[in-house]
C-alpha cells in the first residue's frame, strides 16, 4: 500500500452551501467503536427507517455498516425498514404529524427538517458531537443543526447535476470536449438527433430527477443562486421573467426531442443502464453515480470513454457556471421518545457508523464525503477529477430550500411541460401560487 496522500476537497453543507476542507485530517480508528458496551439488563431492539434501495455503491455501505454493528454487537438489534425515495419523505412526515416516528430514521437537510422541528419529534446529539469534533467542519454540519442544535451527521457530499457523456459520440457529432455554451449545446443536440441518437437520458419517473438535478442546474445558470433564497424571503417570484426563462429550457428541449421519449416512464436506474448500453449520447445525474459508470465499471475502455461535466453558461445569466448543485445526505435522526438503555443504544450506533472509517471507505468507492479524513491511497483518479469538476462551491439543489408543496408543484409541472399540457408561464404561477399558500 502506498502512503495515504491527502488532498482538498470543496464541499457543500445544506442550504448555505459553503465549503469546507476535505483533506488533512485524522487517520482511520475503529477501536473504541469495538469497545464492549456497558451490559445492559437485555437485548436492545431499534426500528429505522432508510431510503436506501437504489443499488448504488454508498448504499450498500451504509447497510453492511449496520449488520457489522450487530455482529459487534450482539445486545443490540436493528429492525431496519428500507423504503423508496420516492415514497420516503411523506411516509416520514406523516409519522412525524402523527407522532409515530421509528427509532432511528433518514432526515434530509436544511428547509426539510421544518416539519420535524415543528413536530418536537427529534432528539438533539449534542451530548456525542465531541466524538466528531477533528473531522467534521460546522460548515457540514449545519443543515442538521436548528436553533443551535445538531440533530443528525452528514455521511456524503452529492453534488445532483452530473453530465455524463460518451467522448466518441460527441466527436462523431463534431464535439472533442463538452459545450461550454448553452447554444452550444443547442446545437450538439440538434447534431446528435439529426443522427439518430438520443441526445439525452433521464429516467423521470419517480418525478424528482427534473426537479433535483436538471432544473437546479438550469435555473442556477439564469437566475443566479440567491433566487431560491430570495423566493423565500419574498423577495423574487416564480413569475420573474429569469424563471419563465429557466422553465423555457426544459420546453425548448423537449420540443427538440433532446429527451428519451420514455422519460416520463423510466425510473433513474433505467436511467442509468440506458445510458451505459449507449442509448444516448448523454445523461445527467449524480455524483454518486459516477463510481458504477466509471470507478466501479468492469469494462474499462467504456469508463474512460465517459467524461463528465457540468451545465454549460447561459448567456445573459447570473449564475457561475463552474458551481455544481450540492447538498449534504444521510443524515440518522433519532426519535424524541428514545430513553435508557434504547438512547444509549443509539448513540453508540451513530458513533459506531460515522467513524473515521466511513468516510475513508466511501472515498474508496469513490464518494465526495464533508469530513477531514486522509484520503485512501486507492483513491480512484476518476473521484479525484470529480472533485476537481465541483470545487469551485455548490449551488442550490431546489428541494433542499424550498417548501415540499412547492417541490410537488415543481415536479408535477416539469412532468406537464414535457408532456405538452401546460406552458412554462403557467407552471411559473402554479409555483408562485404554492410558495404563497405555503406562508399562510
Known sequence: MKKSIRNTILVAASAAMVTALSGCGQTTTTEQTKTPAKET????????????????????????????????????????????????RTKLRTEAAGNSMPDMFILFPGIEMEPYIAANVLMPIDEIMDNWKNILPQQALAGFNVNGKQYAIPTKMTFVDIVYYHKDMLAKAGFNEFPKTYASFLDLVKKLKDSGVTPMAIGNKNKWPMQSTFMSAVEDRITGSEFLTKVNKGEAKFTDAEYVKSLNVVSDLVKLDAFNPDINTMDEVQQQDYFLQKKAAMT???????????????????????????FPSVDGGKGDPTKSAGVIQYGIGLSKELNGAKKEAALKFLKYFYAPELYQNLMSKGIVVPAKVDMPADTSPYLKEMLKLTQNGSALVFDSVMHPSVKDAMENGIQAIITKQKTPEQIAKELQDAVDKSKK
Open 41 to 88: 439488563k437485555g437485548p436492545v431492539t431499534l426500528t429505522m427507517e432508510y431510503n436506501w434501495s437504489s443499488p448504488n455503491v454508498d448504499n450498500v455501505l451504509y447497510k453492511e455498516r449496520i449488520k457489522k454493528f450487530e455482529e459487534l454487537n450482539p445486545d443490540i438489534k436493528i429492525e431496519a425498514q428500507d423504503i423508496p425515495s420516492a415514497q420516503y
Open 284 to 310: 445527467m445525474t449524480s455524483s454518486t453515480i459516477d463510481t458504477k459508470f466509471r470507478a466501479g465499471n468492469t469494462d474499462k475502455a467504456a469508463a474512460e470513454n465517459i467524461g463528465i461535466a457540468l
